[in-house]
């Protein structure tokens, strides 16, 4: 079974573009959730999917960024401006149904964004 | 969700049993550990979790103090390949609708 990945696994860019991280998650995954690492910070959740809708996205930044996951398969995260605090590693998770026993998140293996 | 305490680093020699400390003095009754790991340039991987009874499976095993403010991952026999940042999160719920809140983890470097 395939696990999560990630496109691209690095990005370079420049202060002012857009940059597009997409993300497949397991098959048949319900949930899918991006997360994110700065520069020497802790890993922080940037929001979560139920299929194709947003569950809870308390986590995104500001409006420089935008996910969507249409048709609830991959999902996308654009960022548009991109601001240099934006350079990071990039994590998404997928898991299964939200429903009974503890379904773990399989993480992705990340894409990191370097904005100059 | 519950703050949770890890010490920053720990070393370990490789085949000894890896004792992973982490303190939630104000975890609530319906909230979870959880453990996952996070291997160099991988992304993080779910090792185990539970509530009030000490858990086991291939990975670790889980230690749940009686009183729930603390507990301990234990890696029996370590590996070389064991080296990597482990987190101690605490969360409401079993079920997986819900983000996880990282911390900074403890850095576990197994030493030949």
């Known amino acids: 079974e395939a696990g999560v990945t990630q496109f691209p696994s690095h990005s370079v860019i420049e202060k002012g573009q857009t940059v597009t991280l997409r993300c497949d998650p397991i098959?048949?995954?319900?949930?899918l959730y991006w997360y994110r690492r700065v520069m020497g910070k802790e890993i922080k959740f940037l929001l979560h999917?139920?299929?194709?809708?947003?569950?809870?996205e308390s986590g995104m930044p500001n409006n420089r960024f935008l996910a969507e996951r249409t048709g609830g398969t991959y999902s996308t995260l654009k960022v548009q401006p991109a601001e240099l605090e934006d350079s990071g590693v990039y994590f998404c998770?997928?898991?299964?149904?939200?429903?009974?026993?503890?379904?773990?998140?399989?993480f992705g293996p990340g894409t990191r964004l370097t904005v100059l | 969700d519950a703050k949770t305490t890890q010490p920053p680093s720990m070393d370990c020699a490789e085949g000894r049993a890896a004792n992973l400390p982490c303190n939630h003095s104000?975890?609530?009754?319906?909230?979870?550990v959880y453990w996952y790991r996070q291997i160099h340039s991988q992304g993080p991987q779910y090792i185990i979790h539970?509530?009030?009874n000490n858990e086991t499976n291939e990975m670790a095993s889980l230690i749940i103090t009686e009183d729930r403010k603390s507990s301990t991952l234990i890696l029996p026999h370590a590996t070389l390949r064991d080296t990597a940042v482990y987190y101690c999160?605490?969360?409401?719920?079993?079920?997986?609708?819900?983000?996880?809140?990282f911390g900074g983890g403890t850095r576990l470097m197994v030493k030949p």
């Open positions: 998770a997928s898991s299964q149904r939200a429903s009974g026993a503890y379904n773990e998140q399989f």
């Open positions: 098959s048949g995954h319900d949930n």
């Open positions: 999917f139920v299929k194709e809708s947003k569950q809870d």
């Open positions: 104000t975890i609530s009754g319906n909230e979870y």
């Open positions: 539970g509530l009030k």
């Open positions: 999160i605490v969360r409401v719920g079993s079920n997986a609708g819900n983000m996880l809140t």
